[in-house]
């Protein structure tokens, strides 16, 4: 999605405009930040349009390393002629309902210094920001 987000998609049915990867801040939290505020969510093993991934409610949260795929997630090519399954399991997610409360989030990765000195004039704590390059396209 982030691909999406940054390149700008048209199609019959949607029209994004491409985006700057300096306008995408990812913000952190963990699992355990969202069991705390006791935010509704969902989670997957795979990208939710593929018919062989499985969706999970908050019953199945304590086997959760043992449903998505770590290593998956982790590989740093999303293609693997010996695994052609390895794109769908990178594509695991973790979906909230509604908004992320600000006290829910841990901190920021952003793409440049520029990015970070935006979040820092907005007030953000500079020790909460970390550049992150090699998180985007």
């Given amino acids: 999605m982030l691909f999406v987000i940054k390149q700008g998609m048209n199609s019959t049915k949607y ?5 700057s990867s300096e306008e995408i801040i990812y913000c952190i939290t963990s699992v355990e930040i969202i069991l705390h505020h006791k935010i509704d969510y969902l989670f997957s093993d795979g990208h939710a349009v593929s018919e062989l991934t499985r969706f999970y409610d908050q ?3 304590h086997n959760i390393e043992e449903i998505i795929d770590r290593n998956a997630i982790n590989a740093k090519y999303w293609l ?12 695991a997610e973790f979906l909230i309902e509604n908004d992320l409360p600000i006290t829910a989030i841990l901190g920021y990765a952003v793409y440049n210094k520029a990015a970070k000195q935006k979040l820092i004039d907005l007030g953000i704590e500079e020790n909460k920001i970390a550049i992150k390059s090699e998180y985007y396209f």
């Fill in 59 to 61: 019953s199945h949260i």
């Fill in 15 to 19: 029209h994004l405009k491409s985006i």
């Fill in 80 to 91: 693997d002629e010996n695994d052609l399954d390895l794109k769908r399991r990178k594509e």
